[in-house]
């Protein structure tokens, strides 16, 4: 391979990377996003080993009563978003179960009227639980996925629109690159057809 060619295969080759990374943290991005799913960077070390500074979580929003102790949960306290562990959910009250009957007795659906919950959290690498009570109402979700390492960075250091218009420049540099070879290697074509 001549030096022209191998620049060639070079140039390809990370054009292709580049391409390849922002399409895949792109569609990772949208992908959450279509899914219901808020990614949260951890910031702290109180969720180690789970979780350490820097890791991407996916949240989804969840319905109170169906997160159980255990599970991991970004709340929002002073405004900032935690994402910590149930050490243990509370019912304030009881659930309130109607049956509706139809004319000859037996049931036909069931309403469940839900009373608030209200949770501790504790972070795994914390030695108590967190000081405060958290309400319902500063639930954000639970966790759902980790996003990989590579494709973390990328999902939150950009927006959507910066993601789109790197991805769009990334393709107009190289077709402004191909047809810029292309115009040189006709005019040298050109060149050599007359010369001949």
């Known amino acids: 391979m001549t030096g022209n060619k191998l620049w060639k295969v070079a140039q390809n080759m990370a054009f292709f990377a580049v391409l390849g990374v922002v399409c895949t943290t792109a569609a990772i991005y949208f992908g959450l996003q279509f899914a219901g799913i808020s990614i949260y960077t951890i910031n702290s070390p109180s969720m180690k080993p789970s979780l350490s500074p820097g890791d991407v979580v996916g949240i989804r929003a969840v319905d109170p009563w169906e997160i159980e102790e255990g599970d991991v949960v970004a709340y929002v306290k002073d405004g900032v978003p935690v994402v910590h562990r149930v050490a243990e959910g509370r019912w304030v009250g009881y659930d309130v179960i109607t049956n ?27 030695p108590a639980d967190d000081s405060d009570v958290v309400q319902q109402s500063q639930i954000i979700g639970r ?33 402004a690159w191909e047809l810029t070879e292309a115009a040189a290697e006709l005019r040298r074509r050109r060149r050599t057809s007359l010369v001949s």
């Not at 509706?100 to 914390?126: W, Y």
């Not at 996925?145 to 990334?170: D, H, K, M, N, Q």
């Open 100 to 126: 509706i009957k139809k004319p000859d007795g037996t049931v036909e659906s069931e309403v469940t009227q839900r009373q608030p919950r209200e949770f501790v959290f504790r972070g795994d690498n914390n």
């Open 143 to 175: 966790q759902s996925l980790e996003v990989p390492r590579p494709f973390s960075w990328a999902a939150t250091s950009f927006s959507r629109e910066t993601l789109i218009a790197f991805g769009v420049l990334a393709i107009a540099a190289y077709v």
